[in-house]
Structures are given as structure tokens and as C-alpha cells.
């Protein structure tokens, strides 16, 4: 029999202790923290030519720079987030926060190439605690007649990050080298562990007598790892790889067993009774498929430098079309939702997201410059007008003694979104640039018109996608509307 847990909903836990100002000097703090574990997910991508020089490597193993940091991130995400239900919020999330910044110190320092690889992993750790319990940190924070605008700010933030991150990196190293790239979280480290401490207020722990499931923990990082380095490997050797089929194989044997840990566990990691609640679960599913559509980017860079002769640097600035769009809408998305209700809001984000993407599939060659920031503009719009709304209703939904839980699917959905939607979208370019050709060639002597064809492939694909989630925001406003006029409560 599980402990009694305290059930009301989020807002009451410690919305009421801040005064408005110090409300959003909390977020401060908190955004901060999440635009530095933004931004270090993609600024390192650009500083991969420089390692591999400068620490006399070679490309395979500077990869792991980049892929150590996320794979821990991806596998301790829900392992963060329900030692913040165990603990309260803040003294794991500020653990967390305190990990990155000395990792980001250890980093800079890195002697070799497998000391950068297990620092940045040791990084990653302290992003995992800061990006799992950063959202249920605002939740909490603020009412609900303030939740949308706050989580608006997130995904705005988020979307900032992931516009300066390769930018900033080649400012970066092209002023003060490489170690830099990493040096420069600590005094943003430091601003946000004052502005956290001094205004994000002690949280309780969890009620009751409270376990880790440690069983559940291993086998969901087991599935996340064999998941994640699956994908991964089948980019390199291919997706019909015995190794990858092998990975992929003990994920989804590690997942089932996942789901009967949690099932038999008195205190499970995950709590299966919140997907019990089919808002909850369609808004989760959503984001999800939300972030696999949006991996499309990948094969842009292609396009524009192979296909349409940008440098390398004019094509860094057109991509930032997307994260900008994003960036300026989510906080007014976060607005509208707190006067106007979250559904309408997603939803409009999300027919937007489609029609951006259709747009992308309709590129050619010899498209303009305006052209294409024309077409990859309601995807940017759409992403900000979908997140923030969607990432409230969410967190709406959840009890308040499973808001750390919440809060982890809410950022899992996002990494996994990602991680499934790199390889899947180069896979279908990949596929539809080698079906054009009568032989296989090297990338730089394929055809503009070839890249293009392989490109809208990819974006087609991303189009339904776009539509699926769609019709889901639809399903979920309907059964909105009907619990509404049923006056049913959220399940606690």
C-alpha cells in the first residue's frame, strides 16, 4: 500500500510564499540554468573540427563529446525528477546546478580527449537534475493565473538557446579557443545559484516514508542507453546493423520489464496511474511527436550549402529562422493561454507547425533567400504558440505530490523527441537522395536537384506528423470541453 501523499494541485504548494517580483527573479535564477544546459547541447556540435585538432583525436571519438552529455541526460531524467518528488524540488535542483558549473570548470580544464568525454558526461549529470526539475520549479512558483506566461519564458529561453549555440560557439573559439566554450558557464553558474538560492523558497519532501525505486531506475536507464546509442549506431552502420537491431532489441525488452517494475513497486519511479488521465497522456504524446517532426532540421544544412551554394556561416544564420520564431512567440503563447485556456492556443500552434512544414517539402533550388525563411517560419511560430501552452496544461494535470514526475516527462518528451528525430529524418533524406541516383555518391557530388528531392521526403514525412499531433489537440480539446460540462476534477 503506497503512503498517503498530499493531493492537491500544484499551485498550492509554495505560489503563495513569493511576492510577485521575487516570483520572477526565481525564474531568473531557473532560466539561466536552463539556457546554459541549452545552449551546451549545441555549441559543442560546432567546436568538433577544433578538438579533434586540437586534442589529437580523431572524429568518431570527439563525437562523444557531445553524445556523453546527452545520453547521461536522457538516461537520469526521470531518475532526477523523482528524487525531486523524494526531496522537494530545490535541494536537487540546486545540486544540480552547482554539478554543471563544476563540470563546466572541468571541462575547460580537460587535459585529453577521455577526460573532456568523462567530464562532459559528469556535466550532464547536473543538466539531467537542472532540466528534470527546472519546469516543476516554475509550476510551483507561480499561480495559475501565471503558469502559461512562466512557462512561456522557459520556452523561450530554450528556444534562445538553441539559436545561440552555434553561433556563440564559433564567436567563442574564433576569440579565445575551445576550453572557453565550456569556461563560460561559470559566472553564469554562479549568478543563477545567488538568484536561486536567495529566491527559489525550501520545498517539502515527499510525505511518508519515501524509496527510490532503484530497480525501476536501472531498467529505464538500460532502455534509454540500448535506445539512444541504437539510434545512434544505426546512423553510422545503418538501421539493419545486427548491433543496432541488438540495441534496439534490449531497449524494448528493458522498457517492458521497465512497466512491470513500476507496476509491483510501492513508490514507483514513474507513477502509471498519471497516464490514467487522457489529457495528461495526449498532451505528453503531442510534445513528443511535436520534437520528432522537428528533427527535419537536420538535412537543412545540406540543402542550403550543397544545394544552394550558402557558406557554412550564411546557412548557421538562416536556420536560426525557426529558434528566433520561437523564441519571440512562446512567452505571448504563455500569456494567451493563462487568459484564454491552453487548447485553443496549442492548437493553433500546431496547425501553424504543419503548414510550415508542408512548406519545407515544397523547397527547390532555386527558391530565394526570402523564400525560405517564408516557409521555415511557421514552423518557429508554431513550436512557440504549441510548447508553452501544451507544457502548462501538462503540468495542470499533475497531482501536486507528482509534479517533479511531471516535470521530468515534460523535459524526457522533449530529449527523446530529439534523439528519435535526428536519425529519422536523415534516414528518410538519406533514402530519398539514394533512390534518385543510379549509384551511390559522395554527399558533396550529388545533384541540387537530388538534395532537394531527399529533403522534401523528410519534410513530407514531418508534415504528417505535424498533422497527427494535430488531430490529437483536437481529441484533447473535445474531451476538455466534455469534462468541463461533465464537471470531472483531474486525477489526483
Not at 524526457?412 to 536523415?426: E, H, I, K
Not at 534518385?436 to 514525412?461: C, D, E, K, N
Request: aromatic share 8%; proline share 7%; with cysteine.
Amino acid at each position: 500500500m503506497r503512503p498517503a501523499a498530499p493531493t492537491g494541485p500544484p499551485e498550492t504548494a509554495f505560489a503563495g510564499q513569493l511576492s510577485g517580483p521575487s516570483r520572477w527573479w526565481a525564474l531568473i535564477g531557473v532560466g539561466i540554468g536552463v539556457l546554459m544546459a541549452t545552449i551546451d547541447v549545441s555549441i559543442v556540435n560546432i567546436s568538433l573540427p577544433t578538438l579533434v585538432r586540437s586534442l589529437d583525436t580523431d572524429f568518431p571519438t570527439a563525437q562523444w563529446v557531445a553524445l556523453a552529455y546527452t545520453l547521461v541526460i536522457t538516461s537520469l531524467m526521470l531518475a532526477a525528477a523523482r528524487l525531486g518528488d523524494m526531496l522537494g524540488v530545490r535541494k536537487p535542483y540546486l545540486l544540480g546546478l552547482g554539478l554543471f558549473t563544476l563540470g563546466s570548470l572541468l571541462c575547460g580544464l580537460a587535459p585529453t580527449a577521455g577526460w573532456l568525454i568523462a567530464f562532459r558526461a559528469f556535466q550532464g549529470l547536473g543538466a539531467a537534475l537542472m532540466q528534470a526539475l527546472g519546469v516543476a520549479i516554475v509550476t510551483l512558483t507561480f499561480p495559475p493565473s501565471q503558469r502559461g506566461r512562466a512557462l512561456g519564458v522557459v520556452g523561450g529561453i530554450v528556444a534562445i538557446g538553441l539559436a545561440l549555440g552555434p553561433p556563440l560557439g564559433g564567436l567563442v573559439i574564433g576569440l579565445w579557443g575551445w576550453r572557453w566554450v565550456f569556461l563560460v558557464n561559470l559566472p553564469l553558474g554562479l549568478v543563477a545559484w545567488f538568484l536561486s538560492v536567495r529566491f527559489v523558497p525550501p520545498t517539502p519532501p515527499g510525505a511518508g516514508e519515501q524509496r527510490f525505486d532503484m530497480a525501476g531506475a536501472c531498467a529505464l536507464m538500460a532502455c534509454l542507453v540500448c535506445y539512444s546509442l541504437g539510434l545512434t549506431w544505426g546512423q553510422i552502420q545503418g538501421f539493419d546493423h545486427a548491433l543496432t537491431l541488438v540495441l534496439l532489441a534490449v531497449a524494448l525488452a528493458a522498457l517492458a520489464g521497465f512497466v512491470l517494475l513500476e507496476l509491483r513497486h510501492p513508490q514507483p519511479m514513474v507513477d502509471l496511474t498519471l497516464f490514467k488521465d487522457p489529457l495528461f497522456s495526449l498532451n505528453l504524446i503531442m510534445s513528443l511527436i511535436s520534437f520528432i517532426q522537428l528533427g527535419g532540421v537536420v538535412v537543412v544544412p545540406f540543402f542550403l550549402e550543397l544545394a544552394q551554394g550558402y557558406t557554412t556561416m550564411q546557412a548557421g544564420l538562416l536556420m536560426m529562422t525557426v529558434p528566433v520564431g520561437m523564441g519571440l512567440v512562446s512567452p505571448w503563447a504563455g500569456w494567451l493561454s493563462d487568459r484564454y485556456g491552453p487548447r485553443g492556443i496549442s492548437l493553433l500552434g500546431l496547425l501553424l507547425l504543419s503548414l510550415g512544414s508542408y512548406g519545407m517539402s515544397t523547397l527547390h533550388p532555386e527558391v530565394s533567400l526570402w523564400g525560405y525563411m517564408l516557409r521555415a517560419t511557421p514552423i518557429g511560430l508554431g513550436m512557440g504558440l504549441f510548447q508553452s501552452p501544451n507544457n502548462s496544461a501538462i503540468m495542470g494535470r499533475a497531482p501536486r505530490h507528482r509534479v517533479g514526475q511531471a516535470s521530468g516527462l515534460v523535459s524526457l518528451a522533449r530529449t527523446l523527441g530529439n534523439t528519435s528525430g535526428l536519425p529519422l529524418m536523415g534516414a528518410i533524406f538519406t533514402h530519398g537522395v539514394l533512390s534518385h541516383l543510379p549509384s551511390p555518391l559522395a554527399i558533396t557530388q550529388t545533384p541540387p536537384q537530388v538534395l532537394a528531392a531527399g529533403l522534401r521526403g523528410a519534410y513530407q514525412v514531418a508534415t504528417l506528423l505535424a498533422l497527427l499531433a494535430t488531430g490529437l489537440a483536437l481529441w484533447a480539446w473535445f474531451l476538455d470541453r466534455a469534462a468541463s460540462r461533465g464537471g470531472h476534477q483531474r486525477v489526483e
